[in-house]
């Protein structure tokens, strides 16, 4: 199994004569260094097991030594498969198994029926499936570990590219692109309210005018919309037809992976990533009755369909809960539209459905409750008789002052609710279900104007405009994703993730905001690597990879075929200059980082200078906009806003003075550079200055904030130990303070302003406690292995001022650009022989013979000469 609390649990189930061990997950992984996939020897991947992962394959290659048979029980999907691969590899290299019998069990479910019953019925590894996950795996590997580096030399701050990372990205940043470039348009809508012959009222829209057929769009001016207001409001109304027609809704099938992310996104505001932790939770079980039960089906799943015993036990509970006219009178089956699904296996469904939400609550936290909750009504609901609706459409005639017009008004009522009086899908734009019922009208009865309260007329003409398209959200992305078939939905979470953690993408009330970090990126590839960010690519290659765990193509000839165009085209960058890049970056940007100017002159005219041309530049801490008469002209802004404007340069068309400094009658100003808004004090040459610190908004700096940051550092007091000053302050990494070389966080940049001498000998006492001394040496981040000629451990570190590889006392710094977890051994060797470490220990000397007596001249030579060498030695100058 992967999870201990599992093994515990099945255990449990199979009784003593089993011994249930865990491998916490995957035991090996492509070590992050080039060369683990080669493709030049037909794709051969290095494989490398953690220490920690190490210590589990010990304790199970030890359990196998004793055991009659070996049977691999991991996750029923792809990457279950592959673990259980993994430690069969690692088994056979320990020479362990010998000929004892290998099975593989697969359960839906972590119930002792579910269990018991996969017991019977063990098989081999599927080996199809195996390959897809190399594949996969490589494919990874490959697109990230090629593109990574061309990404760090072309763009200097970008971190990482990605296969389905970088598609979602710029999905992302295509629909803000959208927005950007959005042209709203005016339109008017006109209703009409009308008295029916039993004074009830009906409200109509607009359907045709003199002739012509009214669409939503179609009325462009407030002059139009007026002249058919008065035509309405002298004109004669006629029922002209009503028509209603019985309709039927039917329910949603059951939750798939991504269909549980979008609906708990919708309706609990789960992130995506937070759903799946839930939802682990949930299946691996929790303690009821003194025994721990998994509550629901395995959560990674493309399927729709359910079990047979499911299904009746679901429709048996609905006649209970329900009545029986709520069960349909034959079972419902399902099958899935998303593209490149795989359903081999169950839909996400509630182990027992007799287990109502209400009876396990008391056993769950209200996360858990609240998911199980949305999955059991979903379920239900899969299976309840649809609802019937009646919908009925009155069209309207009016005539009057020569001309003619058509309205037209909709209503539906619900004649049986069926499974809507359970649940009821969440819809990102909120489509109102409640029935809005018409009153009865016959053909040919004349209607009336009706007066209603608070309107000035009983024709309501309304001026409107459109809108751009929305934000993704992660519901909608993820909808989105799976509808172009990128990618597998058991993967979104952590796409998702990846593209927050490196700041690529930021949340702003659930939308997707792209980062300006994240624009630059994917226009990059865009403009250099268009195929391999295209759409239809992206789903063209996850249907090979679905063919590999079907066993209908090689993996190996697959990425062949990917990599042979893929490394060529990264050949071809390699002459591509900066320049290039930049120039393409301001075309493709230009929507964004030049928008118009209100005032019509050209949005890339420098403001300082008049005569420059602003243009994107790249620095390692990330992309700004500058002048193109650099150095003579310092102008320089951030990109344009992101978002709501958050974090957006408050002074890009120059200082914005926020007053007068007291003490010395110069003034303040906020101002923009590429590192982000900053305050400034004069106008001096060097000028006293102070960047805003995170959390803080220039829309909202004023003047004392702005002297608050520039009279930092701040004096907190003497310490009561030497009596040397404490000082608070803002650094690289946030709020301080600051003693002998000692510095300890303060919580937030506020508390710079305000921490008094008490805390802050505390918090330096206990920064002191920790680190044995006034800086703690940086914990390693990755081990490369033992020098290859000297001996002694090299790691990579991240220090004060970046990343670096360290052996015995040499520390050499990782080029400017450069993963650290990247690096490899040699790489690392040659830094450290560059600053002087790693040389071989020097071998015992060999026994000299005696050296032949030297002429008198010779030996006054050569004493001339060691002097000289002594001497520039001791001047430094050698």
């Not at 769009?217 to 002209?240: F, N, P, Q, S, W």
């Not at 009658?665 to 106008?683: A, K, N």
């Not at 060097?686 to 904030?705: C, E, N, Q, Y």
Request: proline residues 6%; contains cysteine; glycine residues 8%.
């Amino acid at each position: 199994m992967e999870s201990p609390a599992k093994a515990k649990t099945i255990n449990k189930y199979l009784g003593s004569g089993y011994q249930v061990l865990a491998s916490y997950g995957h035991v090996r992984d492509l070590p992050a260094k080039d060369g683990s996939v080669k493709p030049d020897e037909d794709f051969a991947m290095s494989w490398e097991v953690d220490s920690k992962s190490q210590k589990r394959l010990n304790e199970i290659a030890a359990a196998v030594k004793d055991a009659d048979r070996l049977i691999l029980a991991t996750d029923p999907d792809r990457e279950g498969e592959a673990i259980s691969w993994h430690v069969l590899e690692v088994l056979h290299k320990k020479r362990v198994l010998k000929d004892k019998p290998v099975e593989r069990v697969v359960f839906n479910a972590i119930t002792k029926q579910a269990i018991l019953e996969a017991m019977k019925h063990p098989r081999a590894i599927d080996a199809p499936l195996v390959d897809a996950y190399l594949a996969r795996r490589a494919l990874d590997y490959l697109v990230g570990f090629t593109l990574s580096p061309v990404l760090w030399r072309k763009l200097p701050g970008a971190r990482s590219a990605g296969r389905v990372q970088s598609v979602a990205l710029r999905l992302i940043c295509d629909r803000e692109m959208e927005i950007e470039t959005f042209v709203k348009e005016e339109y008017w809508s006109i209703l009409a309210n009308l008295k029916t012959p039993s004074a009830e009222v009906l409200q109509a829209g607009l359907t045709g005018f003199d002739g012509r057929k009214i669409g939503r769009l179609d009325i462009k001016t407030g002059d139009e919309a007026e002249t058919i207001r008065r035509m309405l409001e002298a004109a004669r109304y006629t029922v002209a037809s009503v028509v209603s027609k019985p309709a039927k809704r039917h329910p949603q099938p059951p939750f798939t992976t991504s269909t549980l992310q979008q609906e708990a996104s919708r309706k609990l505001g789960f992130a995506a990533a937070r759903t799946m932790q839930v939802a682990q939770k949930l299946y691996e079980g929790v303690a009821i009755g003194g025994e721990t039960t998994g509550l629901i089906t395995y959560m990674r799943t493309d399927g729709v369909q359910i079990a047979g015993e499911a299904i009746s036990a679901t429709r048996k509970v609905i006649g209970q809960d329900f009545g029986d006219n709520y069960v349909p009178e034959k079972p419902r089956f399902y099958s899935s539209k998303a593209k490149n699904a795989q359903e081999a296996h169950e839909a996400i469904r509630p182990t027992d459905l007799a287990r109502r939400p209400r009876d396990v609550a008391r056993f769950l936290d209200p996360d858990q409750a609240r998911l199980y909750e949305l999955i059991w009504k979903r379920t239900m609901a899969s299976q309840m008789e649809s609802a019937v609706l009646e919908r009925t459409t009155i069209d309207i005639d009016a005539a009057g002052a020569g001309k003619t017009a058509t309205l037209r008004a909709t209503g539906s009522v619900v004649r049986f609710d069926g499974f809507l009086a359970l649940y009821q899908e969440g819809r990102d734009d909120e489509e109102d279900e409640a029935a809005r019922r018409l009153p009865a009208v016959d053909d040919g009865a004349p209607l009336a104007l009706a007066a209603v309260e608070g309107k000035p007329s009983a024709i309501e003409a309304d001026q409107h405009f459109t809108t751009p398209p929305p934000r993704y959200t992660e519901a909608s992305l993820v909808k989105k994703m799976e509808e172009l078939g990128i990618g597998r939905p058991s993967t979104y979470a952590s796409t998702l993730q990846t593209l927050r953690d490196r700041d690529y993408v930021a949340f702003d009330k659930k939308q997707l905001v792209p980062q300006d970090k994240g624009r630059i990126v994917t226009a990059f590839l865009e403009s250099f690597f268009n195929r391999y960010v295209e759409y239809d690519f992206t789903a063209s290659l996850e249907e090979q990879l679905d063919r590999i765990s079907a066993g209908e193509l090689s993996w190996r000839e697959v990425l062949a075929n990917f990599w042979r165009d893929f490394s060529a085209s990264v050949d071809e960058t390699k002459d591509l200059r900066v320049s290039q890049v930049i120039d393409a970056l301001n075309d493709l940007l230009a929507a964004h980082i030049f928008p118009p100017r209100e005032d019509g002159k050209d949005p890339r005219a420098c403001p300082t200078c008049a005569t420059g041309q602003l243009s994107l530049k790249v620095s390692r801490f990330g992309a700004f906009i500058g002048c193109s008469n650099y150095p003579e002209c310092s102008y320089t802004r951030q990109l344009a806003r992101n978002g709501d404007g958050e974090g957006e340069d408050a002074a890009s068309d120059g200082p914005k003075v926020l007053g007068t400094d007291p003490a010395t009658g110069l003034e303040v100003s906020l101002r923009s550079g590429r590192f982000g808004p900053y305050v400034q004090l004069g106008e001096d040459a060097k000028p006293r200055r102070s960047s805003l610190p995170r959390g803080w908004s220039a829309a909202d700096l004023d003047l004392a904030r702005a002297l608050q940051l520039l009279s930092l550092p701040r004096d907190v007091g003497a310490h009561p130990e030497d009596g040397k000053m404490i000082t608070a302050g803002l650094g690289r990494y946030g709020p301080f303070v600051q003693h002998d070389g000692t510095y300890a966080n303060l919580g937030s940049a506020d508390e710079v302003f305000s921490v008094g001498l008490n805390r802050a000998v505390d918090l330096l006492a206990e920064k002191r406690s920790k680190t044995g001394r006034g800086r703690a040496t940086p914990a390693a981040l990755k081990e490369l292995g033992e020098h290859p000629s000297a001996g002694g451990p090299i790691t990579v570190r991240d220090g004060r001022y970046g990343p670096y590889v360290n052996w015995a006392k040499v520390n050499a710094t990782l080029p400017k650009g450069s993963d650290p977890m990247a690096v490899t051994l040699e790489q690392a060797v040659e830094l450290i022989a560059a600053k002087g470490g790693g040389k071989a220990a020097p071998k015992k000397a060999a026994t000299k013979k005696p050296a032949a007596k030297k002429p008198a001249a010779a030996k006054k030579s050569a004493s001339r000469t060691k002097a000289k060498a002594g001497g520039a030695a001791a001047d430094g100058t050698s």
